[in-house]
């Protein structure tokens, strides 16, 4: 008989070894744990990072999608909506109330005249700066508590796996639409 275990993030322990090991649900088939998810771990990892990245962003009146644009424009200065939202994986509709945010906090500044079918010239402005350093303070204290949970010999690797599986997926991607501009992984990524 097939075991039907459910795995959702609560669901997982930690055993004494610090291995993380899946826990049957109430009402589960009877029968062995199913192996552990790797899809499911980073998933789920992911969304509990950013939530706690958002949390710390909000005082800052930022989000990800905000730190992302400012990243890209601190590396590329005069991209247009077009160009962002591609970067972002999101709309141009999208990236044009991101940036119409970033606009109002004078975080970024537009250096030509706003129209239809013009392309905007954007720019980061040092409020922009400063709120892009403040970010980056942010996501380098999600990394640390991260790693802190990676025993030490183990954490190059672990940095290395992940950058190993991001990279198979954005060719994954970029190989099946050959116009779409890889996704970036986050405002210091010079990928």
Same mark, same amino acid.
């Given at each position: 008989?097939?075991?039907?275990?459910?795995?959702?993030?609560?669901?997982?322990?930690?055993?004494?070894?610090?291995?993380?090991?899946?826990?049957?649900?109430?009402?589960?088939?009877?029968?062995?744990?199913?192996?552990?998810?790797?899809?499911?771990? +980073?998933?789920?990892? #992911? &969304?509990?990072?950013?939530?706690? !990245?958002? @949390?710390?962003? =909000?005082? /800052?009146?930022?989000?990800? *999608?905000?730190?992302?644009?400012?990243?890209?424009?601190?590396?590329?200065?005069?991209?247009?909506?077009?160009?962002?939202?591609?970067?972002?994986?999101?709309?141009?509709?999208?990236?044009?109330?991101?940036?119409?945010?970033?606009?109002?906090?004078?975080?970024?500044?537009?250096?030509? +005249?706003?129209?239809? #079918? &013009?392309?905007?010239?954007?720019? !980061?402005? @040092?409020?922009? =700066?400063? /709120?892009?350093?403040?970010? *980056?303070?942010?996501?380098?204290?999600?990394?640390?508590?991260?790693?802190?949970?990676?025993?030490?010999?183990?954490?190059?690797?672990?940095?290395?796996?992940?950058?190993?599986?991001?990279?198979?997926?954005?060719?994954?991607?970029?190989?099946?639409?050959?116009?779409?501009?890889?996704?970036?992984?986050?405002?210091?990524?010079?990928?």
């Amino acid at each position: 008989m097939a075991s039907s275990y459910s795995q959702t993030e609560t669901d997982v322990k930690v055993d004494d070894a610090g291995v993380s090991v899946p826990e049957p649900v109430a009402g589960d088939s009877p029968g062995p744990p199913p192996a552990l998810n790797a899809a499911f771990l +980073v998933i789920s990892l #992911g &969304r509990m990072l950013r939530e706690d !990245v958002d @949390a710390q962003l =909000r005082p /800052l009146a930022l989000s990800m *999608r905000h730190l992302s644009a400012l990243g890209h424009l601190s590396r590329q200065p005069g991209l247009s909506y077009s160009e962002l939202a591609r970067r972002a994986g999101i709309t141009p509709q999208s990236m044009q109330a991101t940036l119409r945010q970033l606009e109002q906090v004078q975080a970024v500044e537009r250096r030509t +005249v706003a129209g239809r #079918g &013009r392309t905007a010239q954007l720019h !980061v402005t @040092a409020v922009g =700066r400063d /709120l892009l350093g403040q970010g *980056r303070q942010v996501i380098d204290s999600a990394e640390e508590r991260l790693l802190a949970a990676v025993p030490a010999d183990h954490r190059a690797g672990f940095v290395a796996g992940l950058a190993g599986a991001f990279g198979a997926e954005v060719r994954r991607r970029s190989s099946s639409d050959p116009d779409a501009t890889p996704l970036e992984s986050g405002p210091d990524s010079s990928t």
